[in-house]
């Protein structure tokens, strides 16, 4: 069964530190994976895209590996800012004749000053 | 260029009414899909819509529908209101051909509230 599954469930963090949100997933064939950010109440926002062959990507605070032998990828936020809380979501991509797209519940990450 | 627009932004309806609600996707996609997000709970995949047709369909009842016109703008309609159905529903548009992935594109959603 296509599953993605992301720990922990919620974090509270103080603003400055460093955190690792995780997301293991069961999508074959896999094709991509992206995290996304989604602020309360509104749509989310991609934030990266990595294929198979991809190991990082990074964008400004935010950086996200991939080992697609174990199926897990990892976001890492540095220097955390109040404006990071929100929930980032793991949303893995498999071909099933056309595109389909697995989502995670989601990490709920609140930064506190 | 202009995002993934959704109207109304907020709504309140009472149990039993029904409800439209419009996304208009970026221009040139041609794929729309709808999500339902309820407080606590991760993104429910409601359809996707490309060129007009039903491509996929989660697993909602039929009290949910939809449609895609010429233009690609799609509306999704709610039929007899639950106090269950309050939610925040997303649209997301994606894929200029329809084909290859392009990842989704959202909008902001719209939050539907049923008293």
């Known amino acids: 069964k296509n599953q993605v599954e992301q720990s922990p469930q919620s974090l509270i963090i103080l603003e400055g530190k460093n955190c690792t949100l995780q997301c293991n997933y069961t999508v074959s064939p896999f094709s991509n994976l992206r995290w996304y950010k989604q602020d309360t109440g509104r749509g989310p926002v991609s934030l990266t895209i990595?294929?198979?062959?991809?190991n990082t990507k990074s964008n400004g605070r935010y950086t996200a590996t991939l080992d697609a032998d174990t199926k897990q990828s990892s976001l890492h936020i540095t220097a955390s800012q109040l404006s990071d809380s929100a929930s980032y979501i793991c949303v893995v991509t498999f071909t099933s004749g056309t595109y389909k797209y697995i989502f995670g519940t989601g990490t709920r990450l609140k930064v506190l000053a | 260029k202009a995002g993934v627009t959704q109207t109304p932004r907020y709504l309140i309806k009472t149990r039993g009414q029904q409800v439209t609600l419009s996304c208009s996707p970026i221009s040139g996609h041609r794929s729309v899909s709808w999500y339902q997000q309820t407080p606590g709970q991760g993104l429910q995949f409601l359809f996707e819509?490309?060129?007009?047709?039903?491509?996929n369909k989660g697993n909602f009842p039929g009290r949910f529908s939809g449609r895609q016109f010429s233009n690609s703008r799609s509306e999704m309609n709610v039929s007899t209101l639950e106090l269950g159905d309050s939610a925040l529903y997303l649209c997301?548009?994606?894929?200029?051909?329809?084909?290859?992935?392009?990842?989704?594109?959202f909008g902001s959603g719209t939050r539907l509230t049923v008293v």
């Open positions: 990595m294929t198979f062959s991809e």
């Open positions: 997301a548009s994606s894929s200029p051909l329809g084909k290859g992935d392009y990842g989704y594109t």
């Open positions: 819509y490309f060129s007009e047709t039903q491509r």
